[in-house]
T-cell receptor, first 118, second 113 residues
């Protein structure tokens, strides 16, 4: 089946620094990728929709200048957390749609990246 | 607006059936999903159901959809210790490729040996 990878799987950074998280579709092309954030023991909250070759669409309340998303190719989207603060510590999960062959249910999730800001 | 709710915790004995419930509010949902998340891992799609279906069975999994009451359930037959995880229901609204999913809060299933 289709595989989505994320790198790194786990990162610790100091407050004020920036961290880049990569999301790759390994064996399919994804024109659309989604970035979610999951707090401990809570659900996934959609942060933004990443469209290849265009600007990302951010959900209400998500700061686009803080969470920079780049979808430079059909297999790679990156999320950069700029000037990270401890409250940005979370589990970040990406997903990708397999297009055009995929059906409505073809959305594949990455394994997630755990970010800890000290 | 979109709102998906689940009970937080369910404990069953190995071999029993588990039933995880979910309610949603948006009647325009087109697909409803069940995902499984094991500790520290991403999401694994278990099954899905189209909104015009009432039931779907896939091996040990049975999904029931009551569209009138906006209620979705997942039944796991012969529950095993390996089924211990968090289960999320999610809905997808509308058509087209760019839709994200709205997730419930997740139900933690604990299977006692």
């Amino acid at each position: 089946g289709a595989v989505v990878s994320q790198h790194p799987s786990w990162v610790i950074c100091k407050s004020g620094t920036s961290v880049k998280i990569e999301c790759r579709s390994l064996d399919f092309q994804a024109t659309t990728m989604f970035w979610y954030r999951q707090f401990p023991k809570q659900s996934l909250m959609l942060m933004a929709t990443s469209n290849e070759g265009s600007k990302a669409t951010y959900e209400q309340g998500v700061e686009k200048d803080k969470f920079l998303i780049n979808h430079a190719s059909l297999t790679l989207s990156t999320l950069t957390v700029t000037s990270a603060h401890p409250e940005d510590s979370s589990f970040y999960i990406c997903s990708a749609r397999d297009l055009p062959a995929g059906g409505q249910h073809e959305q594949y999730f990455g394994p997630g990246t755990r970010l800890t800001v000290t | 607006g979109e709102d998906v709710e689940q009970s937080l915790f369910l404990s069953v004995r190995e071999g029993d059936s588990s039933v995880i419930n979910c309610t949603y509010t948006d009647s325009s949902s087109t697909y409803l999903y069940w995902y499984k998340q094991e500790p520290g891992a991403g999401l694994q799609l278990l099954t899905y159901i189209f909104s015009n279906m009432d039931m779907k069975q896939d091996q040990r999994l049975t999904v029931l959809l009551n569209k009138k009451d906006k209620h979705l359930s997942l039944r796991i037959a012969d529950t095993q210790t390996g089924d211990s995880a968090i289960y999320f229901c999610a809905e997808s609204i509308g058509r087209g490729p760019r839709r994200a999913l709205t997730f419930g809060s997740g139900t933690r299933l604990q299977v006692q040996p």
